[in-house]
């Protein structure tokens, strides 16, 4: 499976780069995932390229893993940085490495509908 991580910090702070160092330092991240550096190109709001993490995972569990890795850079390094994981159109906010929200998070990436909507976990309810 196939995901994208993005981190959109205030300048000066740490960013992209920096989470990708650590996560390629953290043996337990690095073993989780295949990770790279790459450039999405010139887009018309930005001063150039701009540079996301290509994260390749055999497994939720795998991915999970990371997150929780992702959850730490931001409480320890980049607090305030909005720092999202994407997936066919989805993206979702990495904002805790509690284990719930983690699970959540898996929960909505898995499903090919993406996040909840504001019907709530079930879907739209039965108008009774």
Do not use: K
């Not at 569990?61 to 931001?74: D, E, I, P, S, Y």
Request: negative net charge; without cysteine.
């Amino acid at each position: 499976m196939q995901f994208r991580l993005r981190v959109d910090a205030a300048e000066g702070a740490p960013g992209v780069l920096d989470l990708y160092r650590w996560l390629t330092e953290d043996p337990d991240a690095a073993d989780a995932a295949e990770l790279a550096l790459v450039d999405e190109g010139d887009h018309a709001d930005t001063l150039g390229g701009l540079e996301i993490i290509s994260i390749v995972v055999s497994n939720l569990t795998a991915l999970g893993n990371l997150l929780v890795a992702v959850a730490t850079w931001r409480d320890a390094r980049a607090r305030g940085a909005d720092t999202r994981v994407e997936r066919d159109g989805v993206s979702l906010r990495v904002e805790s490495s509690d284990p719930e929200t983690i699970r959540r998070l898996l929960r909505q990436l898995e499903s090919p509908e993406g996040p909840e909507g504001p019907e709530g976990p079930d879907g739209p309810e039965d108008p009774a």
